[in-house]
């Protein structure tokens, strides 16, 4: 059974860093995408960034970019996402999720989910 688990959420004060993981486990994630996303309260899910397994290419979001590193780690199947200068704008539940093929910013196409990891940002 395919599972993603996210871990490293918690409570920050604006301008600090968190750093989310993302541990793959149950099959082979060598040719899958994969994408962070995070939900707001009253919110719709939105793409956070996304990496490219094998070939190491990474998109953001327009909102994270230059505060936000995605990368990862093939030996541990371990996806990594690195946030500094926390804004109180960027609580949400964060979620990674991966799909095969290349990096897309639609949620829809991504198949497998993690449970989520809250990140809160406070003023």
């Known amino acids: 059974q395919a599972q993603l688990v996210e871990s490293g959420g918690g409570s920050v004060q604006a301008g600090g860093s968190l750093r989310l993981s993302c541990a793959a486990s149950?099959?082979?994630?060598?040719?899958?995408?994969i994408g962070w996303f995070r939900q707001a309260p009253g919110k719709e899910r939105e793409f956070v960034a996304g990496?490219?397994?094998?070939?190491?290419?990474?998109l953001y979001a327009d909102s994270v970019k230059g505060r936000f590193t995605i990368s990862r780690d093939n030996a541990q199947s371990v996806v990594y996402l690195q946030m500094n200068s926390l804004k109180p704008e960027d609580t949400a539940v964060y979620y990674c999720a991966a799909r095969p093929g290349s990096i897309i910013r639609g949620e829809f196409v991504y198949d497998y989910w993690g449970q989520g990891t809250q990140v809160t940002v406070s003023a």
């Open positions: 149950g099959r082979t994630f060598t040719t899958y995408t």
């Open positions: 990496i490219s397994w094998s070939r190491s290419s990474a």
